[in-house]
């Protein structure tokens, strides 16, 4: 991955990217029509929102915990079928 600040590039092409703050993803083809790049906009998650996802991933866990303890069937198992 490069990583590069918004204030680095130039003006015609902060302009030009500032359509992805707007939740447009840009898309970049080649001559033929091939895909060679796209940029999408990344939103971050406010602290709120990481913290009601993590209690809501913790419950999904334990719930799959217990239904999985409920049916005999361990992590080892699965882990078995998946690589099958």
């Given at each position: 991955m490069v990583r590069i600040r918004f204030s680095?590039?130039?003006?015609?092409?902060q302009k030009f990217l500032a359509r992805t703050q707007q939740g447009e993803t840009i898309v970049v083809e080649d001559d033929n029509g091939t895909v060679r790049c796209g940029i999408t906009p990344?939103?971050?998650?406010?602290?709120?929102?990481?913290?009601a996802a993590?209690?809501?991933l913790n419950r999904l866990q334990q719930q799959a915990s217990?239904?999985?303890?409920e049916l005999g069937v361990s992590e080892?198992?699965?882990d078995r079928e998946l690589q099958n």
């Open positions: 680095e590039l130039d003006d015609t092409i990344y939103v971050q998650a406010s602290p709120a929102e990481k913290q993590l209690a809501t217990q239904r999985m303890a080892d198992q699965l």
